[in-house]
């Protein structure tokens, strides 16, 4: 390999190797608010660093990193505004990053990530070795932790719903039971969209609880039906169309599999299933669900993303077989899926 080949190679190394430096950067001004501040111009970073009472030297060298790398602008005078890159920092901007940013910063995640090889040696996930019990035990006992993940996840649900209705078609949906769909969030879409169907929230006590608040106070209460269980148990029966998104993925193969059976048990014969998942493509090819897949190694045991096969497997197992795969412009598939 030539020397200029090599210098190549260990630069884009080195930017990898180093791409956790820019992620804590970006969550201090995620954390601080930093994008919201800079909503109506450019401000110095002396004003910044007093509305966040912050050290104004300490503060002006993480923002000028990240505006070496795109995310926000410095000019001559030291201040600082937003670039298209930082806008999704803000916390009202449309499908704000601004609590996963802060999530990944946050000590559950960097604490985990610091006994990857742990999981590498046994299989096991590094959260339980550091924290000593499972990531939904801790975050039970842990409400500001909890509540920083579903701010996180609710905020990417946002992009991903809107794809998930405007690549599906849902207008022949009857009864449409979102089986552990936290907050509603993808039901809500649907109903916003198909004024002609109903739709059944099916999770747990503690999830359903709040979600009814949240879905009454947007006003999809009338046509929804609010159903408090465990998708290992018994599903609802009575829907044409059950969703599964981002559920199976929190569970190895059994468990998954019996979730699968769970929902093929409550529906009839002419039902149908849509499996919404980050399916990781095969060889090479670079996929952000390889990453993911990661985290779900480190966080979560049994968690993984599957392949298209392996979903495909699954689903056979359960009594399903797969009708149509769908790509949606956010990262997930939809795998649409009938019974056998």
Excluded at 102 to 116: C, D, K, N, Q, Y
Excluded at 235 to 243: F, I
Excluded at 282 to 287: I, R, T
Aim: aromatic share 8%.
């Amino acid at each position: 390999m030539a020397t200029a080949d090599v210098e190549a190679s260990s630069l884009a190394l080195v930017k990898m190797l180093t791409g956790s430096w820019v992620s804590q950067a970006l969550y201090v001004a995620a954390k601080l608010g930093i994008a919201d501040l800079l909503r109506d111009g450019p401000t110095s970073c002396t004003m910044l660093a007093e509305a966040t009472q912050t050290h104004a030297g300490a503060l002006y060298r993480v923002l000028r990193a990240l505006a070496s790398v795109g995310v926000f602008a410095e000019d001559k005078n030291r201040c600082f505004s937003v670039t298209p890159l930082a806008e999704p920092l803000r916390a009202d901007a449309p499908g704000s990053l601004r609590a996963f940013a802060i999530m990944l910063g946050e000590r559950e995640h960097w604490r985990a990530w610091e006994s990857v090889l742990h999981s590498v040696r046994t299989g096991q996930p590094a959260f339980e070795d550091v924290f000593g019990m499972p990531l939904f035990q801790y975050f039970a006992g842990h409400p500001e932790a909890a509540r920083i993940f579903d701010e996180a996840m609710t905020s990417r649900s946002g992009q991903e719903n809107a794809a998930i209705v405007a690549a599906y078609h849902f207008a022949e949906a009857r009864t449409v039971i979102d089986v552990g769909g936290g907050q509603g969030t993808l039901l809500a879409s649907i109903l916003d969209v198909h004024p002609n169907a109903r739709g059944v929230l099916f999770d747990l006590p503690h999830v359903i609880a709040p979600a009814r608040i949240r879905m009454e106070s947007a006003g999809h209460a009338v046509r929804c039906e609010f159903v408090a269980g465990d998708f290992f148990g018994v599903v609802p029966a009575g829907g044409d169309l059950y969703l599964l998104k981002k559920v199976i993925h929190d569970w190895d193969d059994d468990r998954a599999q019996l979730i699968l059976t769970r929902c093929r048990t409550a529906m009839s014969g002419t039902g149908r299933l849509l499996l919404i998942e980050p399916v990781v493509p095969p060889g090479n090819e670079a996929s952000f669900n390889k990453l993911l897949d990661l985290l779900m190694l480190v966080w979560n045991a049994g968690g993984r993303e599957r392949t298209e096969g392996e979903h495909v497997a699954l689903l056979a197992l359960a009594g399903f077989r797969r009708s149509r795969v769908i790509p949606t412009r956010s990262g997930l598939t939809i795998i649409e899926a009938a019974p056998i």
